[in-house]
């Protein structure tokens, strides 16, 4: 089997896990909006699961995992067993021994960090002590997810994928069950949604254990922490805790900006990122992760080439689907967040508020989706410090224009989506830049016409799609079913639209795809 189809089986795997988390999520979100709309009670527990959330994709989704996978495929390519079972049970004891302390540092010090990343929050004593408490019963959800990401690396190097792509679903299962049976409960109902976060983390951990007993993997202790290849896996993991995640990052930026604009910014450019990170968790992130092995492997072996070659693949393969899901959601934005929202406390201004914000975080989509695809070439080739030092860039880059944008134009807290989008772009701009330079032109003009085609298939579908949204009001709450049945219509034609386009126009992407479902239809 060529990589490229390794890479998309392994895409599919992780990207249908993910969906059905993902679609758990929107459950999950339409509950607390439901519950909690868009006041205090919601920005606290925003802000307070800010930390846990962006430590899961960090280190979950990012600096762990893409640190320890092209370490751990070369001890797996070249090393005995008995090597391989040694590392794995040092960095299960060194991570545990680390995440412990973090764990109690974060608790001990919340009112501190809350005054950090929420400054205005303190002119609010009562939000500022709810938000404190929110954070505290939440941080040891750190400990758990931080051993999840372990895991999943080293299954992730066995090219097993489904276990942890699966996973996140019962961080959300956990959260919807915690406020219908415990809402009533407490004197503050939105500690329900705390617990939920806490015990969603236990058991999406607990979940990955027989999985790894199926592998023969056990974990001990060992507290050799002299390995050379703990210490290589801390070389590139240390800058990569920022290479690997500016989006995250600049979405964290926001929230601290968001703290001082009105009540709702932060629920609003909340619910805009949930949104947005449909798209990007189904593909972008599951590309990124499935690719990463293969590039390990491809990288170990000396073979630049192919390497080159796959990452193209990787890239183009991703622009497919992140494109037209930005044109998507740019047309169809306020009937998704109508849908999916608009309902209890969260009215017709939410939404509209929340629509600016998913507008200008969309425009950038396609330009983070491929800094997803990108950064898992630098890690295959064991270089996490080109991302950092690209990454530092765009991070004051994002707060220059979060700046600029909330202090002289009228966006406010859309200028700060808008100011993530922007510096994700230039992210890209410079790590392709880095990875030309490192490995050679990497097809740029087979990359150009790929995207140039792309772009005009999903303007079609757009316009297709909001045709059809267009034919009722979305300002409106209610008559549920009726809204979901025109919704789902307008995204299903405007897909047919955009396949049929891709088809004519004879995008390798789309053909490679179809080839591959009909050879696995006649499996």
Same mark, same amino acid.
């Given at each position: 089997?060529? +990589?490229? =189809? !390794?890479?998309?089986?392994? @895409?599919? %795997?992780?990207?249908?896990?993910? #969906? /059905?988390?993902?679609? *758990? ?57 008995? +090597?391989? =079972? !040694?590392?794995?049970?040092? @960095?299960? %004891?060194?991570?545990?021994?680390? #995440? /412990?302390?973090?764990? *109690? ?11 950090i990343i929420a400054p205005g929050f303190a002119k609010i004593p009562e939000k500022f002590q709810l938000t404190v408490t929110l954070n505290q019963i939440i941080f040891p959800y750190l400990f758990f997810m ?214 200008c975080y969309s425009v950038g989509l396609w330009a983070i989706a491929g800094v997803r695809t990108l950064v898992p070439a630098f890690y295959s080739l064991q270089d996490s410090w080109t991302p950092l030092k ?60 790929s995207l140039a085609r792309i772009l005009l298939c999903s303007l079609p579908m757009g316009l297709t799609a909001y045709l059809i949204c267009s034919l009722r009001d979305w300002t409106t709450t209610g008559n ?44």
């Amino acid at each position: 089997m060529t +990589e490229n =189809r !390794k890479i998309a089986r392994a @895409a599919s %795997t992780i990207g249908m896990g993910t #969906l /059905l988390s993902r679609i *758990l999520g929107f459950f999950r979100d339409m509950v607390i909006a439901h519950f909690f709309g868009a006041g205090m009670a919601a920005d606290a527990f925003f802000v307070a699961f800010r930390i846990p959330n962006l430590w899961r994709r960090l280190v979950g989704e990012g600096s762990l995992t893409i640190s320890f996978i092209p370490v751990y495929t070369e001890y797996l390519n070249q090393q005995s067993e008995e +090597e391989v =079972r !040694k590392v794995t049970h040092i @960095a299960f %004891t060194l991570m545990g021994l680390v #995440l /412990l302390l973090l764990t *109690l540092f974060g608790i001990i010090f919340s009112p501190v960090i809350i005054q950090i990343i929420a400054p205005g929050f303190a002119k609010i004593p009562e939000k500022f002590q709810l938000t404190v408490t929110l954070n505290q019963i939440i941080f040891p959800y750190l400990f758990f997810m931080g051993l999840f990401a372990l895991c999943m690396g080293i299954l992730n190097s066995y090219r097993h994928f489904f276990a942890p792509a699966i996973a996140p679903i019962f961080l959300n299962i956990s959260i919807i069950l915690s406020v219908f049976l415990l809402y009533h409960t407490f004197q503050k109902p939105v500690m329900t949604l705390a617990i939920g976060v806490l015990c969603g983390g236990v058991i999406q951990l607990l979940f990955q254990i027989p999985f790894l007993w199926q592998k023969g993997i056990t974990f001990r202790l060992n507290f050799h922490f002299n390995h050379p290849a703990l210490k290589r896996i801390g070389g590139l993991m240390v800058p990569g805790l920022i290479g690997t995640a500016v989006y995250q990052l600049n979405v964290f930026i926001d929230t601290i900006f968001a703290s001082f604009l009105p009540g709702g910014s932060v629920s609003y450019l909340f619910f805009a990122d949930r949104l947005l990170e449909f798209p990007l968790g189904i593909f972008a992130i599951a590309i990124g992760m499935a690719s990463l092995p293969s590039l390990s492997g491809l990288a170990s072996q000396g073979k630049l080439e192919e390497l080159k070659n796959t990452l193209s693949f990787t890239f183009r393969l991703t622009a497919l689907i992140s494109i037209p899901a930005m044109v998507g959601l740019i047309v169809l934005k306020t009937p998704i967040i109508n849908l999916l929202f608009q309902r209890g406390l969260f009215d017709y201004t939410a939404t509209v508020l929340t629509a600016q914000a998913l507008l200008c975080y969309s425009v950038g989509l396609w330009a983070i989706a491929g800094v997803r695809t990108l950064v898992p070439a630098f890690y295959s080739l064991q270089d996490s410090w080109t991302p950092l030092k690209i990454a530092i860039v765009c991070l004051i880059a994002n707060v220059a224009l979060n700046a600029f944008f909330i202090s002289f134009t009228p966006l406010k807290h859309a200028g700060l989506a808008l100011a993530t989008s922007l510096s994700s772009i230039l992210n890209l701009i410079l790590l392709s830049r880095k990875l030309s330079l490192k490995l050679g032109a990497v097809e740029i003009g087979k990359n150009v016409t790929s995207l140039a085609r792309i772009l005009l298939c999903s303007l079609p579908m757009g316009l297709t799609a909001y045709l059809i949204c267009s034919l009722r009001d979305w300002t409106t709450t209610g008559n549920t079913l009726e809204k979901a049945i025109l919704l789902l219509t307008g995204i299903v034609v405007g897909l047919g639209v955009y396949l049929l386009c891709s088809y004519w126009m004879k995008n390798e992407e789309m053909i490679f795809l179809v080839k591959m479902f009909k050879r696995k239809s006649r499996q």
